[in-house]
């Protein structure tokens, strides 16, 4: 057996180019377009869809219903603790398609890039566009780069989009929750958020806080193979796993009963989240997924996760009720009972 | 998490209760008066692990709650100029002024920055020398010092191009105008724990004696809300008015009298008009005079808006403990965090927002 490469430590060196910093003609389709395609793209993205270079990557799929998502990445700063834009880009849309089951095939790649964008961080986040799609096993098909002026955008923006194809049998829905069902989420909460929130302008500090960000259709894999009946799985990022659960609720019109000891937040993802007055429960992640499934195949999910990299933490949170019809419950750590609902806008620090 | 795990443990916390059920012997209304502590209250539902001879009623102690619509818009007005560069703490940029929030401002073209540190908007200053940066000093006591500090060093370094919008308000003027009304229900005070950090609690003696009331500096963790509730009533009941330091790993009687001296350096008593309560002599701090080259109302001039607020909006009963938010009839209807139409639904921490947030108490 073949070990797998350690992509975290290949070596990804700049190639030697005319400029240091995106110019505008670098997406004005001329030899500078050419350029930047041949010498920085490529040579990241080989697949044998997009060596073609044609306008459209034509895909034989498997049979079976097609999934498919977008995405747009604008996250700022670029670059942050555990992650940049690049490998966030690939990992969400990814884990988008995954979501539903399906096994995940392929990505489109667009790139907005800003005037003045320094080449080596457009390479790095390339390379960790490569990395990240190796890990996941998924090929980038297809992609597109357009340039705008200084100040248009934060430095580059990224939209991916991704098909997969649903296995026979696997059919989720948000809407088919049954009271019973067990709540299972894979891992800690919070780390992304928290991870980008604490380099943001007016509020670094220093932390230990990396983000989570990873592809999880390793995981959903294993937990469709313990669990033939799960009901809906879903990765909470933006709103975080408090919306997630409110979405759940009010698309089945259940309720659900959270445990607040059930739920995991790394030390320092809760200090920090103490210190700025948030709720990590609001927080994004961008490598856990929250799975429901009967109660009667719990057991052998939460063992197929706690298995996997990406679920060695995973835990029961919760369950479904008929009580509440649409409302998130949480036993509160000293056993009285309080309302999760969903977020007003984004967590903003308090003053004290 | 050292100091936190400790501070929530569910058995520390049942024998507080088990103690409150033993000590209490007849009803008592105790007022915590800070946001932080309503916010806590709710979340861990502690209101609902109480024996039924406890009301607890929720005070004014939300600084974004109470912070003057004139002076929202007084912000909004200074943020929207292209010179400017607008710095607040977060919970602030939801606040709605009579029209705009600053949020809205920063759609527009207002260049808001969100900070945890006014030492960072100092820092913009300098790094900024062709444009005016402002702060946005609001809270109580407990932020006063860094805001002050904020002024301090940047006189120090002789910027010219610093300046705050400053809304502090002071917590024991609040408290004796609560304790002075004909209507007032509150016999006991939760005070604010963080405040006292700062002031000690040698303000609160003369309040204790004069109107015979216990008054407890009290944490923001479960524990410290139960054993602050304890002390309450254990004084109560033996007819003991006095203050009594629950915050014991925070909290000392003299305060910090580093931080004290900072904002006496800076600031001064003023007058303040509350959001929701009204003026209250006394309750305020400002810019002294001789540094009002800091002052950002009178360096931009916007001292004159002056606005009113929504009729139907109680919040000033609320923030007196004279109702609660569920007994207010826009509560949930007109009145939601998304379309928040008094003080106290526009902060996180603000009664009727945790109600809403955590309970939907009233509400079906």
């Not at chain 1, 806080?209 to 995981?219: I, Q, R």
């Not at chain 1, 008929?322 to 056993?335: N, Q, R, S």
Request: negative net charge.
């Amino acid at each position: 057996m073949i070990d797998r490469p350690d992509f975290d430590r290949m070596s990804c060196p700049l190639p030697l180019m005319d400029h240091d910093t995106i110019q505008l003609a670098h997406g004005a389709g001329g030899l500078l377009s050419a350029d930047l395609i041949d010498k920085l793209i490529m040579p990241r993205f080989a697949s044998p869809e997009l060596d073609k270079l044609e306008d459209q990557a034509v895909l034989d799929l498997p049979p079976g219903r097609v999934a498919f998502s977008t995405d747009t990445f604008v996250v700022s700063p670029v670059f942050f603790p555990g992650g940049d834009i690049g490998d966030l880009a690939i990992n969400g849309t990814v884990n988008d398609v995954a979501m539903s089951g399906a096994e995940v095939i392929a990505l489109s790649v667009g790139f907005v890039l800003e005037e003045g964008l320094p080449l080596a961080d457009f390479h790095r986040i390339l390379c960790s566009m490569e990395n990240a799609a190796k890990k996941a096993g998924v090929r980038i098909v297809t992609g597109d780069t357009k340039v705008v002026g200084r100040g248009s955008c934060d430095g580059i923006f990224i939209n991916t989009s991704g098909v997969g194809v649903i296995p026979e049998g696997v059919s989720l829905s948000a809407a088919s929750l049954e009271p019973g069902d067990a709540v299972i989420l894979s891992g800690t909460l919070a780390d992304h958020g928290m991870a980008v929130m604490t380099v943001r302008e007016g509020l670094s500090f220093q932390s230990t806080v990396t983000s989570d960000t990873a592809a999880l259709n390793g995981l959903t894999r294993a937990i469709l193979a313990a669990g033939p009946g799960t009901r809906t799985m879903r990765d909470p990022t933006r709103g975080g796993c408090a919306t997630s659960l409110n979405e759940f609720a009010k698309a089945s019109g259940i309720g659900i009963k959270l445990d607040e000891s059930a739920i995991a937040v790394k030390p320092d993802v809760a200090g920090a989240c103490e210190i700025l007055g948030i709720d990590p429960m609001y927080v994004a992640n961008e490598g856990k997924l929250i799975a429901v499934v009967p109660a009667a195949e719990a057991e052998a999910v939460l063992e197929a996760m706690r298995n996997h990299e990406h679920g060695s933490e995973a835990a029961v949170i919760g369950k479904v009720v008929a009580d509440h019809p649409g409302l998130v419950a949480m036993k509160t750590g000293l056993g009285a009972e309080r309302i999760v609902d969903m977020p007003v806008g984004e967590q903003l620090p308090r003053i004290c | 998490m050292k100091y936190l795990d400790e501070f929530r443990d569910p058995e520390l916390a049942k024998g507080l209760l088990a103690e409150i059920e033993r000590t209490v012997t007849q009803p008592w209304v105790i007022m915590e008066i800070c946001g932080g502590q309503t916010h806590a209250i709710m979340r861990y539902g502690i209101d609902q692990l109480l024996p039924p001879e406890i009301t607890l009623v929720h005070g004014p102690g939300c600084p974004v709650c109470v912070t003057p619509l004139e002076t929202i818009d007084r912000a909004l007005a200074v943020a929207a100029r292209e010179d400017v560069i607008f710095t607040s703490f977060g919970d602030m940029l939801r606040v709605p002024g009579s029209r705009d929030d600053l949020f809205r401002v920063k759609s527009r073209g207002g260049d808001v920055r969100m900070v945890y540190s006014p030492l960072e908007a100092v820092k913009m200053a300098r790094e900024n020398p062709d444009r005016e940066v402002v702060f946005l000093a609001v809270g109580f006591e407990t932020t006063a010092p860094g805001n002050a500090m904020a002024v301090k060093q940047a006189a120090a370094e002789g910027l010219t191009n610093f300046s705050e919008i400053v809304s502090h308000v002071l917590v024991p003027p609040a408290m004796e105008a609560i304790l002075s009304s004909p209507q007032n229900l509150v016999q006991g005070f939760l005070a604010a724990g963080h405040v006292c950090t700062i002031m000690g609690w040698d303000e609160y003696e003369p309040i204790a004696a004069r109107y015979r009331v216990p008054i407890v500096p009290t944490g923001f963790e479960p524990v410290d809300i139960l054993e602050g509730i304890l002390k309450t009533v254990q004084l109560l009941e033996s007819d003991q008015p006095g203050v009594e330091n629950q915050y014991l790993r925070v909290v000392r009687e003299e305060g910090n009298p580093v931080a004290r001296a900072v904002v006496e350096e800076i600031y001064e008593v003023c007058d303040r008009k509350w959001r929701g309560i009204g003026m209250i002599p006394g309750s305020g701090l400002k810019v002294r005079d001789e540094l009002a080259a800091f002052d950002a109302e009178k360096k931009f001039q916007v001292e004159g808006i002056v606005t009113e607020e929504p009729e139907i909006c109680i919040a000033g009963e609320i923030l007196q403990g004279l109702k609660k938010p569920n007994e207010c009839p826009a509560y949930g209807k007109e009145c939601t965090p998304t379309t928040p139409l008094g003080a106290t639904m526009v902060s996180s921490e603000g009664a009727c927002a945790a109600y809403h947030k955590y309970s939907r108490k009233g509400l079906s």
